[in-house]
């Protein structure tokens, strides 16, 4: 009987995979199905709710021609975009520090330690966001805040300090609002991270804590140099998950008047009842930002699958 190559073999599964990957009949039906339920729910939105679609005043706010100086700056909706932006990424990054600080804890030989995380987690699971944010506001913004003077002190230095923390964070007459809903979502979504970084250690094998052991290393060197590389390569997936999630998440402070993308939208809705064009624009914008955070997790994921298996 004669024996396949291994070259042969390899084309094989190779053609294999171009086959599954063909475009077949059922793939054109569904397609086709699709774009026409699509365009009979915006023939029966245009016919039946004598809605009058008007797309042209759409980008308009998005930017405007400033003539003051001579440039294109962002409008209403561009600005919400970038205020969803910072928002975002220092949750992201911050969370990610609390989730990792509190997931370590969770694998405390203190019983203590691990109490302490543990009603951090189930706490902030399972409470609502609407309702801590709420917490934090009233909190932070009118207490805290008012205690530490942080607003008078943004307020009282140099314009282009001003200008370069409004830039990072919020202009001083949201600032208060901002943290609180920064503190908010660090608080939330570090509780999720927190058990995406506890499942990433005790997923790795008990051999690799004892071989470390073995060489003499330290507890604390066996977690920063053998278990946490390999931990953060299993959680990578779940962590662009949460990173997702946080972009998403970070809606409901538009309830504390935070000028976000969501805030923005409802604001141009209510002044120009363009329901659909403002929503499904503010849903593009949401759609460009997860995406992109997607096949940006997505390449560092293959970054480390080149260096080691996940």
Not at 55 to 71: C, G, H, K, M, N
Not at 239 to 264: M, W
């Amino acid at each position: 009987m004669k024996k396949e190559s291994p070259h042969a073999a390899g084309d094989s599964d190779r053609s294999m995979v171009r086959i599954k990957k063909k475009f077949s009949p059922l793939d054109a039906a569904l397609c086709i199905a699709t774009t026409a339920v699509v365009l009979f729910v915006i023939h029966r939105v245009s016919t039946d709710l004598n809605y009058r679609w008007n797309w042209s005043v759409i980008p308009q706010y998005l930017f405007r021609y400033d003539e003051a100086t001579s440039r294109w700056i962002p409008n209403l909706l561009m600005q919400g975009f970038f205020m969803t932006i910072k928002l975002s990424l220092w949750a992201m990054v911050l969370a990610t520090i609390v989730g990792t600080a509190i997931g370590l804890l969770r694998m405390s030989g203190s019983l203590f330690f691990r109490m302490i995380a543990r009603s951090y987690v189930e706490l902030l699971r399972n409470v609502p966001p609407l309702v801590l944010i709420f917490i934090f506001y009233f909190f932070i913004g009118d207490q805290l805040m008012a205690v530490i003077g942080a607003e008078e002190f943004i307020r009282s230095r140099s314009p282009e300090l001003q200008r370069f923390f409004s830039i990072i964070f919020a202009p001083p007459s949201s600032f208060s609002a901002f943290l609180s809903a920064l503190t908010t979502l660090v608080l939330y979504e570090g509780a999720y991270i927190t058990e995406i970084v506890r499942a990433g250690i005790e997923s790795i094998e008990r051999g690799q804590w004892e071989a470390s052991a073995s060489t003499g290393l330290a507890k604390w060197q066996q977690l920063r140099f053998v278990v946490l590389p390999q931990a953060v390569r299993r959680t990578l997936p779940p962590l662009a998950g949460q990173f997702i999630s946080t972009i998403k998440d970070s809606a409901i402070v538009s309830v504390v008047s935070i000028q976000e993308l969501t805030f923005q939208g409802m604001e141009l809705m209510a002044a120009t009842y363009l329901t659909f064009e403002i929503w499904i624009t503010v849903t593009a914008l949401y759609f460009i930002l997860t995406f992109s955070l997607s096949l940006a997790m997505r390449r560092l994921e293959l970054r480390f699958r080149q260096h080691g298996a996940l």
